[in-house]
């Protein structure tokens, strides 16, 4: 029987994730955003509690005028995929009328998730390559101090068009989300002394740092140590414990870059997928 959470149940569920933090690290943050009211609503489902093997978080409040498509963040224990295919197959979770962005899965996860679609015959899966996740203690920051003439800034409203046009998920949401991640969390935008943009780079919804982007004139210079260290001290500084990075495995420059600043290696695969429903076919 799936059971839905009740809002004073949060707290002893952060608890219990927090032991397997690598693994639930999405779902963690997202209920420390709900603690802070920067997502005032969301809807928990696990299959049993407090015993539970699978949690999945359904982002509420950031619908429809920020996200465009309803967004699942999962949680799998280890070895319960079994339970994570009962859940799916037994109950109606994924909206089969809109698009849907499955978020936060283990690689293990994916052809579990294939096969349970395909049974419910009520749409179909985008298959997507698996991110690495990154983390990294304060103790492990190596930060790279902003050179002379140089200034750091949070990012601006007005670089929300640049930043839409420059990103590949840019149809997944409204120029709504960035202006709710600048106002919300931590982000980074450094300048050269004629106060020219250099790049950006910024903290997400879910707890991870990324959207990294070097001016294509700016590059080769060192900067993407100076923003990410920076932005990661400033994310520390907010109070967080551990900061993660999801990076495509073949990224070689990205992950180069996050060892060279102290993020060490989870060895987890972890990813997201794309739920496309066939009445909007």
């Known amino acids: 029987m799936l059971e839905i959470l ?4 949060y707290p002893k569920l952060l608890r219990l994730l927090g032991d397997d933090y690598i693994g639930a690290h999405q779902i963690v943050h997202l209920l420390e955003n709900v603690f802070t009211g920067k997502i005032p609503e969301v809807k928990i489902m696990v299959d049993k509690w407090p015993e539970f093997n699978v949690v999945i978080l359904e982002q509420v409040s950031l619908q429809p005028h920020i996200l465009r498509k309803s967004n699942y963040t999962f949680y799998t224990k280890t070895n319960k995929q079994k339970q994570l295919e009962d859940v799916l197959l037994s109950h109606d979770i994924i909206d089969p009328d809109k698009e849907g962005l499955l978020i936060g899965l283990q690689e293990i996860d994916f052809d579990v998730i294939y096969k349970a679609m395909d049974q419910r015959n009520i749409g179909y899966i985008k298959p997507a390559n698996p991110t690495k996740c990154f983390t990294i ?5 190596i930060v790279f ?11 601006p409203h007005d670089a929300v068009d640049s930043m839409l046009s420059a990103w590949d998920y840019a149809d997944e949401v ?4 960035f202006y709710y991640l600048i106002d919300n969390y931590k982000t980074v935008a450094l300048y050269d002394v004629d106060d020219s ?7 997400t919804h879910l707890g991870t740092v990324g959207m990294l982007r070097i001016l294509p004139d700016k590059r080769g210079k060192g900067y993407s140590k100076i923003i990410l260290s920076n932005l990661v001290k400033m994310v520390f500084e907010d109070g967080a414990d551990v900061v993660t990075s999801s990076i495509d495995p073949k990224n070689e420059i990205s992950i180069n870059l996050h060892l060279k600043t102290g993020f060490k290696d989870s060895l987890t695969q972890e990813g997201w997928l794309d739920f496309y429903p066939f009445k909007h076919e």
């Open 137 to 141: 203690k304060s103790q492990d920051l």
């Open 6 to 9: 009740k809002p004073s149940e």
């Open 197 to 203: 943009l250099i790049g950006y780079m910024m903290q």
């Open 145 to 155: 101090p902003v050179s002379p003439g140089l200034k750091l800034k949070p990012i």
């Open 174 to 177: 409204t120029p709504n989300y």
